[in-house]
């Protein structure tokens, strides 16, 4: 069974950080790119960052600056180093990894609130 797993969201307060995690099964031998994704109440699913298998990343112009997305080869696993959040950044996170398709991570819920 392939496994994409996130962790490490949580309520935090305006300007504060998070650090996102998606782990990924072995059984997904060879990664292509991997993405995060996320989804606000009444929102359509929106891309946040990407990071290749070259190593190249693109982000939304709405996290430029704020956001990293990151990778450990090693551990087959991913991050998103979340800095200067905002409310406006709520949202639920997914990770998407694709190999010669797409598989979906369950999502974890991100609450910027005081």
């Known amino acids: 069974q392939v496994q994409v797993v996130e962790s490490g969201g949580g309520l935090v307060q305006p300007g504060g950080s998070l650090r996102l995690s998606c782990a990924v099964s072995r059984s997904i031998f060879r990664i292509l790119s991997m993405e995060w994704y996320r989804q606000a109440p009444g929102k359509q699913r929106e891309l946040v960052a990407r990071i290749t298998s070259g190593g190249s990343t693109n982000y939304a112009d709405s996290v430029k600056g704020r956001f990293t997305i990151s990778r450990d080869n090693a551990l087959n696993t991913m991050y998103l180093q979340m800095n200067s959040l905002k409310p406006e950044d709520t949202a639920v996170y997914y990770c998407?990894?694709?190999?010669?398709?797409?598989?979906w991570g369950q999502g974890t819920q991100v609450t910027v609130s005081s």
């Open positions: 998407h990894v694709v190999d010669l398709k797409g598989y």
